[in-house]
């Protein structure tokens, strides 16, 4: 019921730039967070960064500083800009809304994710 599509990433080398979108939709009342995650083989998900609708952010550790988060007009959009990226960025990036459907229910969608290689 809560669709999430992915678009960016790509093969970068060290120390580029790569920009990513996001966009929800379907039977969405509200979005109370939306952000982007990673996972990297051999190793768990892990936060990149999230804004949650009173425009609060947070960022992993590992990004903090390189990685920019913005949300669209529309609230339904979120935006990435990475910056300075670093080898150990490589993984899968997936976009992640919650929130809750125009039936009360709530909703934990994921994107289909987009690959980002970082090479040396």
């Known amino acids: 019921q809560v669709h999430v599509v992915e678009s960016g990433g790509g093969l970068v080398q060290a120390g580029g730039s790569l920009r990513f979108s996001c966009e929800a939709s379907g039977n969405i009342y509200s979005i109370n967070g939306m952000g982007w995650y990673r996972q990297s083989p051999g190793n768990e998900r892990e936060l990149v960064a999230v804004i949650n609708s009173g425009g609060g952010i947070n960022y992993g550790d590992s990004v903090k500083g390189r990685f920019t988060i913005s949300r669209g007009d529309a609230k339904n959009t979120v935006y990435l800009q990475a910056d300075s990226l670093k080898p150990e960025d490589t993984g899968i990036y997936y976009c992640?809304?919650?929130?809750?459907?125009?039936?009360?229910?709530?909703?934990?969608?994921w994107g289909q994710g987009t690959q980002v290689t970082v090479s040396s």
């Open positions: 992640n809304a919650r929130g809750y459907l125009i039936s009360y229910e709530v909703y934990d969608a």
